[in-house]
């Protein structure tokens, strides 16, 4: 395992996609890789995830071809990487991956390279759902391996507050607009 990627439990990682940021999507069909940002995607379920892929994308195709999707959640660390990956598409620029820049991690028994600059990785394999695929863009992904980055959780919990603001994950309000994760915030009496 790569230093500081640590395997979750696929019932823990839930915990990380849930803070509202944005995702990468990752899909790949033979050596035919494809990765673009996404906002619309959260926890389903504990073991579950769901993420809106137009069919437009590049990356659906990949998707619908092999089954599977990985969804990472980036950082401060790679936003001009996820700018160029949201504002380019493979349909019309084939070396899209190479010119975004974006490095990966290998991770044996892992279907998919992990993005560096990321702290948290979901393999996720398709639920079969074709009618809402169809009608809504969306996609509902069963959870069967999944990754984190050891410095961002304690004792089960994501703790940003002590990291480095290039830690901090990317909730997005259109376009450009993106804010980094704020403090913690205890509420007395409810804290676990």
Sequence with gaps: MTANIKTISVSE???????GGTVLVEAQSGDDLDIMPASWSCPLDYD?????IDSSHYTRKLVEK???F????PTAKII????????????SLSSKIEDSKIEFYKVDDCRFPLPKGCVAWAVCKVLPETEI???????????????????VIKDG???????????????????AMFYRLGKRL???GYDD
Excluded: C, T
């Excluded at 990682?13 to 803070?19: C, E, P, R, S």
């Excluded at 695929?133 to 410095?151: M, N, P, S, T, W």
């Design 66 to 68: 092999d089954g599977y």
């Design 48 to 52: 579950k995830l769901s993420v809106v």
């Design 80 to 91: 001009e990487k996820l700018m160029f990956l949201g504002s380019n598409s493979k349909n």
């Design 13 to 19: 990682v839930w915990k990380l996609f849930n803070l």
């Design 133 to 151: 695929q169809k009608k809504y863009d969306l996609f509902l992904g069963q959870i069967v391996q999944a990754f984190y980055d050891e410095r």
């Design 186 to 188: 205890p509420v007395p």
């Design 70 to 73: 990985l969804l990472a959640l």
């Design 157 to 175: 919990h994501p703790q940003f507050e002590n990291l480095d603001a290039d830690f901090s994950i990317l909730p997005n309000f259109g376009g």
